[in-house]
């Protein structure tokens, strides 16, 4: 990538704002599935369609988890299972903006614990003033249970990212992906049928599954991993700041919801954070052998 690490940069920019955008309107779409199959029966669905279309589409070889990087790859697929699961947890017991500005704590602790520069730092520091502005503080709406399976969601976003970089760079293309999507659907087999039931087969709740699992699961996390191969973690989380900005955004454009100045003001700060982030990022690191 000798002389085309700017480049680099810039798309890896662009994959992760694509990836966003993708991940908020199949949410939107997910919640439609709550009265029908639960929380639990909503993310089987993604999870295992997801997982399906992935192997159809990198066929995988299944000889990585004989090999050095399983142990990973395994573990990518248990945060993945409960990420998501947690995360609409959250969603079928508080408002989308609040839960994903709660659940980016995971990749701004990221981008705070694997910064090795003060600059690292400001790009940080003015995506969490963001954040806060965002966030409804002693407003006492956001149920307690909701905000708690937000962080968990949080917690395991960060253990994605740093997961995902080394099975991206590790295995080549999205093998690696596919094979650990497939184990966080069997994971999800269990707690996906006691909560959906025979409503998991429904024609409505399988197409709208399908497209929750390519909008939330399949689009963004393929461009997540090329982008991860482009630039460091602790970039890629503070370039995900802008996360809860575009629910903000979405909310406005698709459900006519406004924005105070508080919101317009937090919205500039984590596009501020994530364009210094990506312009100051370091050269992204050789594959290992």
């Not at 940069?9 to 694509?18: E, I």
């Amino acid at each position: 990538m000798a002389g085309g690490g700017a480049s680099e940069r810039h798309a890896a920019g662009l994959l992760v704002l694509g990836g966003i955008a993708s991940v908020q309107w199949g949410a939107a779409a997910a919640t439609t599935l709550f009265d029908e199959v639960g929380a639990a029966g909503t993310v089987f669905l993604r999870v295992a369609i997801s997982a399906l279309l992935l192997v159809v589409l990198w066929r995988p070889a299944w000889s990585v988890l004989r090999g050095a990087a399983a142990r990973d790859i395994v573990a990518f697929g248990l945060v993945l299972a409960a990420m998501n699961w947690s995360f609409y947890e959250a969603l079928d017991r508080i408002p989308l903006g609040i839960a994903v500005t709660i659940e980016f704590t995971g990749p701004l602790g990221v981008a705070i614990l694997r910064s090795r520069r003060r600059l690292d730092l400001l790009w940080a520091g003015c995506a969490a003033a963001g954040l806060l502005l965002l966030a409804p503080i002693g407003g006492g709406s956001v149920a307690a249970l909701g905000a708690l399976f937000a962080l968990i969601a949080g917690a395991c976003w960060g253990a994605y990212i740093l997961l995902s970089a080394r099975v991206g760079r590790a295995v080549s293309g999205g093998s690696g992906l596919a094979v650990a999507m497939t184990v966080g659907a069997v994971v999800l087999i269990p707690a996906g049928v006691a909560g959906g039931g025979a409503d998991l087969l429904a024609g409505h709740t399988l197409l709208v599954g399908a497209a929750v699992a390519v909008l939330s699961s399949a689009i963004p996390y393929s461009l997540e991993l090329e982008a991860l191969r482009r630039i460091p973690e602790n970039t890629f989380g503070v370039l995900m700041s802008l996360e809860p900005a575009v629910a903000a955004l979405v909310g406005f454009v698709a459900l006519g919801q406004g924005l105070l100045a508080s919101e317009i003001a937090a919205i500039g700060l984590v596009l501020i954070a994530s364009a210094g982030a990506l312009g100051t990022a370091g050269e992204p690191r050789a594959p290992e052998a």
